[in-house]
């Protein structure tokens, strides 16, 4: 007899956390132990368990979460040993999303990002891709972050809730003197944290375009509506830099949009960090770059709730998204 809850998840959903278990059981060593299953269902136990502590950000866990991985995938272990390892952890996690999913009260609209996402993740472990750097792959984290609902999948960008404004960078000299500052506080009324923070996921790009951005704000307004204690939206990227639009109009829409609807900008400062990622997919930035005529700098975009949510006065959580 089917449960009361298929009734109520999304059927696709279910369908890919079957796919999960099933994958993870063609998939489990042959020699695999009672023993190894309870380590990884506690392993999942813990971090799912963790995130009511309220995580900044999706690198870190607390440490007795983190010990716990590395007795699961410890370091020094085959790379065979530990790519299996590190996929059975995702497969677990998968085949309880759909529950979790429902009892953690999130609108609607973002079990189908969540499925999304849960057959992605899938579909990467099914062709054997690896997670080049193990358990400190910036993919590996991040889909782990959201295979525990401590990322929100939005369309083109993963978002975490407990974010906030780094005092460091207001107090950078920049923009003490240009005011920026002063026009972060006034509009967010002292208020740093928390603040919504989106991150790019690597194996979300195919909707990284001027409609996905546009179906992601519409999917951080119902966040915000879902969580009324959010201040508002921060992500810092050398896209949000005002020097892109010239030398990459293409992606002038990630700033003017918000900077149209009310967003504020904070320098974040020049870093190696900031100008690998501005090169690495663009030969015409690698080339200014190597000229001397760009720097690339890492610019803080803050866009206060107020004026996000009146941008998209009418988006709710169940509107269709492109
Ligand atoms: C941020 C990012 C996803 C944007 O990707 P994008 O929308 O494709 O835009 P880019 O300007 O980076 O495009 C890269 C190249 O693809 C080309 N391109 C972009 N869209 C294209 C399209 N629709 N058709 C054909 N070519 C296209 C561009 O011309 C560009 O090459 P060029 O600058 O040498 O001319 C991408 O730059 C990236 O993954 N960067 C590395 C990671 C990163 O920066 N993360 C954010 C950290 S805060």
């Given at each position: 007899m089917a449960r009361p809850l298929d009734t109520m998840i999304d059927q696709g959903l279910l369908a890919t956390a079957s796919s999960a278990a099933m994958l993870r059981f063609t998939l489990r060593?042959?020699?695999?132990?009672a023993t190894a299953e309870l380590a990884l269902t506690e392993l999942c136990a813990a971090f799912v368990g963790s995130?009511?502590?309220?995580?900044?950000?999706?690198r870190q866990w607390p440490q007795p979460v983190e010990d716990r991985l590395q007795h699961w995938a410890?370091?020094?272990?085959s790379d065979l040993v530990l790519q299996s390892r590190l996929n059975q952890l995702m497969l677990a996690l998968i085949e309880t999303l759909p529950d979790r999913l429902l009892q953690s009260g999130l609108p609607g609209r973002f079990t189908e990002e969540y499925r999304r996402s849960a057959l992605r993740i899938t579909q990467r472990i099914a062709q054997a891709r690896r997670w080049t750097h193990g358990v400190e792959d910036d993919i590996f984290r991040k889909d782990l972050a959201l295979l525990c609902l401590r990322m929100v999948p939005c369309v083109s960008h993963v978002v975490c809730r407990h974010s906030g404004i780094p005092r460091s960078t207001l107090l950078l000299p920049r923009n003490l003197a240009s005011g920026a500052s002063v026009r972060v506080l006034l509009a967010l009324r002292d208020r740093l944290r928390p603040l919504i923070a989106n991150h790019v996921h690597p194996e979300m790009i195919?909707?990284?375009?001027p409609a996905g951005r546009e179906a992601c704000y519409g999917l951080v307004s119902a966040l915000l509506r879902h969580w009324p204690d959010s201040e508002g939206l921060v992500g810092a990227s050398w896209?949000?830099?005002?020097a892109i639009s010239d030398i990459s109009p293409n992606l002038a829409y990630l700033r003017d949009v918000p900077a149209r609807h009310g967003a504020l900008f904070l320098d974040a400062g020049a870093s190696d960090e900031a100008t690998a990622n501005a090169v690495s997919r663009s030969e015409r930035r690698r080339a200014r770059v190597e000229d001397g005529t760009y720097r690339p700098r890492n610019v803080m975009m803050v866009w206060p709730r107020r004026a996000l949510l009146e941008h998209l006065p009418?988006?709710?959580?169940?509107q269709a998204v492109v």
């Open positions: 060593p042959s020699g695999e132990t995130v009511a502590q309220r995580l900044e950000g999706y410890p370091p020094g272990t195919d909707r990284f375009d896209y949000y830099d005002r009418h988006f709710s959580a169940t």
